[in-house]
């Protein structure tokens, strides 16, 4: 999976391109782990081109968004694709992770 | 409370998440075109994202179909999990544990499609590739598809140099021993047409995980035509493989099919069970369309 980031002045914006399975989730891990060690507590993942999302993404998703929290920010999704959407209904995580548009990510990265 | 399910109205929605809706919340009121069985052993942890994967892009096609999990016995929550989710035309079948072999085939002769697809709980070979292994079928006349990580233009990502080894090893013993001249015997994607399906499965005495090679060795034997479509294939982590268990358990496997067929232990029961003959091939030896017996394969 390809990864690029896309640092905005309110957030920090990864792009996610591929396959999210457990083979990416410790590089996942670590890039946003550092960012919020770095002071950027709002993360926002574009969902737009992956293809695919298995279980130990997920769980690394969750263990994101709670470490996020944990320092008053939030990890949010953003123009989820059509695969990730249906697993993430079918998980029942669409109730537990924070979903949004593009137009919500760029109000938010404008602040 | 019934929940709905994505692509059940919103106007944004694409329209493959739009059909994946319908069928994720109306019964089929066709007999579907496509079956798509997917076993399970202890697959709670891997099993909800590959139903979603392959919910999707099978509904995109706009076709009906409908998706089998056969269950060998789990342990886990697998088939809470399944059950629970509610979707209108997946069916659960339920066994005690008898091996993946066993799990395949009630999921397959329990199947209704024209076309029928199995493939392994881990999505570790991506759904997306299936339109390549059906145009085989729809457009060059093959009986069995099958997906390959060795044929050339196939990836594999992931994969053990023990692992590797012993596919090679396995590859020269099923071509010389076997006449069985597909390079992957093993990938857990294969797709078959109903008549196909019918009689092989039918035929099928082995459970464990060697029933993908006497599969094969039947479909051979039985003049079927049997290609093979190179595939992107990853290496799930938590697979249940241990590689050399599986090569002895192979050579034990390969030596009972054998001797099954010497003893014409293949011999179906009635003509409806048997698969039909590619057209022009001779009846086998004995003259019995259908009658398997050990002879010499030319290469």
């Known amino acids: ?111 | 409370m019934t929940r709905q399910h994505a692509g059940s109205g919103r106007v944004s929605d694409s329209p493959g998440l739009t059909r994946y809706g319908r069928w994720a919340g109306v019964p089929l009121d066709d007999v579907p075109v496509i079956s798509v069985i997917i076993p399970t052993y202890n697959e709670q942890w891997r099993i909800i994202p590959t139903i979603g994967a392959v919910a999707l892009e099978i509904s995109s096609r706009g076709e009906p179909w409908e998706l089998i999990v056969s269950d060998d016995g789990s342990t886990d929550d697998t088939r809470q999990l399944v059950r629970g989710l509610g979707l209108a035309n997946l069916r659960l079948i339920e066994s005690d544990n008898t091996g993946k072999g066993g799990a395949v085939r009630r999921g397959v002769l329990a199947a209704r499609g024209r076309y029928v697809l199995f493939v392994d709980a881990d999505q570790s070979t991506p759904i997306e590739q299936f339109d390549r292994l059906l145009t085989h079928i729809t457009e060059q006349g093959a009986d069995v598809v099958v997906g390959s990580r060795a044929a050339e233009g196939a990836t594999e990502s992931s994969r053990s140099r023990v692992r590797r080894a012993l596919s090679a090893g396995l590859r020269a013993i099923t071509r010389r021993g076997f006449g069985i001249t597909v390079s992957d015997t093993q990938c857990g994607f294969k797709l078959f047409t109903r008549e196909a399906a019918g009689g092989l499965f039918a035929m099928q005495r082995l459970n464990g995980f060697s029933f993908d090679l006497e599969l094969l060795f039947l479909a051979t034997h039985l003049g079927l035509k049997v290609v093979e479509e190179p595939v992107e294939w990853i290496d799930a982590p938590g697979s249940k493989v241990d590689p050399v268990r599986v090569a002895l358990r192979f050579a034990a496997d390969l030596a009972r099919v054998r001797w099954w067929a010497a003893r014409g232990a293949y011999a179906t029961a009635s003509p409806a069970d048997r698969p039909p003959l590619q057209r022009g091939a001779a009846p086998a030896v004995g003259g019995h369309p259908g009658r398997l017996v050990d002879q010499e394969v030319s290469p």
């Not at chain 1, 993360?43 to 993404?57: E, G, K, Q, R, Y």
């Open chain 1, 1 to 111: 999976m390809k990864i690029t980031a896309r640092q905005r002045p309110r957030l920090a914006l990864y792009c996610m391109e591929g396959r999210f399975d457990a083979h990416e989730a410790p590089v996942v891990r670590e890039t946003l782990d550092r960012a919020l060690v770095d002071g950027r507590h709002l993360l926002a993942l574009d969902m737009s081109a992956v293809t695919f999302i298995d279980s130990t993404a997920l769980a690394e998703l969750v263990r994101l968004m709670k470490r996020a929290r944990d320092v008053g920010g939030e990890l949010i999704l953003f123009d989820v694709s059509d695969p990730v959407r249906v697993i993430l209904e079918l998980t029942r995580l669409d109730e537990v992770l924070s979903i949004g548009s593009t137009a919500e990510l760029e109000d938010l990265a404008r602040g």
